[in-house]
T-cell receptor, first 115, second 117 residues
Framework: DQQVKQNSPSLSVQEGRISILNCDYT??????FLWYKKYPAEGPTFLIS?????DKNEDGRFTVFLNKSAKHLSLHIVPSQPGDSAVYFC??????????????FGKGTKLSVKP | DTGVSQDPRHKITKRGQNVTFRCDPI?????LYWYRQTLGQGPEFLTY????????KSRLLSDRFSAERPKGSFSTLEIQRTEQGDSAMYLC???????????????FGAGSRLTVL
């Protein structure tokens, strides 16, 4: 039973255009969401996060949108650059008293940005 | 601080052998996590430590797996009597949680890739 789903295994975009990566979750208890980027032969690197009390968080070229009613979040990269080519993982967790803070990951989306 | 370090980066072993992986977290971090990642999947939680205490273990962690974090610093993950199904990337991550309700952002190491022949 996958609690965090990334239904697109891959995405290809042209340099300079927008990349939109999607993520759905099923557990309504999740209240904190993160995106990680992973290059080959490296560990995942934290990119951006959002708390469930917000619907948008922006950091430079990266913006994460959260739609709690739809249990959906998305990562927008504008403009996309060839160096953004990597696997992007969506993760969710439950904060608060007694929480172990364990991250539940999706299967990832491989983004290819073509020059 | 150079981040989370894992050793070895790659281990090839024969079925039935024991292997041990080491993780050195970021020094000021109080939580340490072990994850496993197989091809086409996201990282899957195995276990975590708050300082030296192992507080949670996933059902994925069979009795052939054992993890320790003596003195709350580095951690080891041992797999006994390895099976081909144990072939995976083993990721270690650490974090600093100062408030019980605070956000928990994990910093990952580069991983230790295990190949069981």
């Amino acid at each position: 039973d996958q609690q965090v789903k990334q239904n697109s295994p891959s995405l290809s975009v042209q340099e300079g255009r927008i990349s939109i990566l999607n993520c759905d979750y099923t557990n309504s208890m999740f209240d904190y969401f993160l995106w990680y980027k992973k290059y080959p032969a490296e560990g995942p690197t934290f990119l951006i996060s959002i708390s469930s009390i917000k619907d948008k968080n922006e950091d430079g070229r990266f913006t994460v949108f959260l739609n709690k009613s739809a249990k959906h979040l998305s990562l927008h990269i504008v403009p996309s650059q060839p160096g953004d080519s990597a696997v992007y993982f969506c993760a969710a967790t439950i904060m608060g008293l007694g929480s172990q803070g364990n991250l539940i990951f999706g299967k990832g989306t491989k983004l290819s940005v073509k020059p | 601080d150079t981040g989370v370090s894992q050793d070895p980066r790659h281990k090839i072993t024969k079925r039935g052998q024991n292997v041990t992986f080491r993780c050195d977290p970021i020094s000021e971090h109080n939580r340490l996590y072990w994850y496993r990642q197989t091809l086409g999947q996201g990282p899957e939680f195995l276990t975590y430590f708050q300082n030296e205490a192992q507080l949670e273990k996933s059902r994925l962690l069979s009795d052939r797996f054992s993890a320790e974090r003596p003195k709350g610093s580095f951690s080891t993950l041992e797999i006994q009597r390895t099976e081909q199904g144990d072939s995976a990337m083993y990721l270690c991550a650490s974090s600093l949680v100062v408030l019980i309700s605070g956000a928990n952002v994990l910093t990952f190491g580069a991983g230790s890739r295990l190949t069981v022949l």
